[in-house]
């Protein structure tokens, strides 16, 4: 592969051919798939300080929240606020974490099988599931941009970050299929709802 940094590069400007190189180099199969488990990693770690963050801008401006709101919901919200920091204090975040990964991988293992599945049968479109996996993990790398949260106290930065990864991701995943394939606009944003539906759908199943 080509060097990282002119990838990466390519990737968040949606060059026009750079998923066509990747794709075409099988070996580039592992790269995206540790890219794919990293990014998860990454990103609920990201979401976790999120949380953390939310929680603290809740306890300091908890007086300001609870006096317009009725008195049964004020203690709702207390008592949600403590079981979340419990939570964070108690070694069930590291259960989370795992269950977290395991379930981010399933549903990109599902997701990739969809995707195949509709090329395949669906488009009539000659490809592989290792070729989809490359795709699928490499349009993955916008959500290292959550990097940002862990420099941030800004609770509305932190939303729009987490918020703006996640599209981002999106959107290079369907324009890397559009480029392999050679798939019209509403194909590739088709073949990204369902395989995002999909295996959302099917890892809550399972």
Known sequence: ???????????????KNIYNEL?????????????????FIFMGLAGLSF????????????????GSLPAQNATELT????????????????????????????????????IYLLLSRFFRKETNFRQIGIIFGFSNIPVFLNGVIFFSN??????????????FALICLGSGLKQVYLLRNIEAFLL???????????????
């Open 79 to 114: 008592n949600l606020i403590n079981d979340f920091q419990n939570v964070f204090e108690s070694q069930q975040i590291f259960g989370l974490l795992v269950s977290y990964l395991l379930s981010s991988f399933v549903s990109g293992f599902i997701g990739v099988g969809l």
């Open 1 to 15: 592969m080509r060097n990282n940094k002119q990838v990466i590069f390519k990737i968040f400007r949606l060059d």
């Open 192 to 206: 990204v709802i369902v395989s995002g539906f999909g295996s959302s759908l099917f890892s809550q199943i399972i």
């Open 154 to 167: 800004s609770i509305p930065l932190q939303i729009f970050t987490i918020t703006g990864s996640a599209i």
């Open 23 to 39: 794709a075409s180099e099988i070996s580039n199969f592992q790269i995206a798939v540790a890219i794919y488990v990293t990014g």
């Open 51 to 66: 949380l953390r963050n939310s929680l603290t801008y809740l306890e300091e401006n908890l007086g300001l929240i609870i």
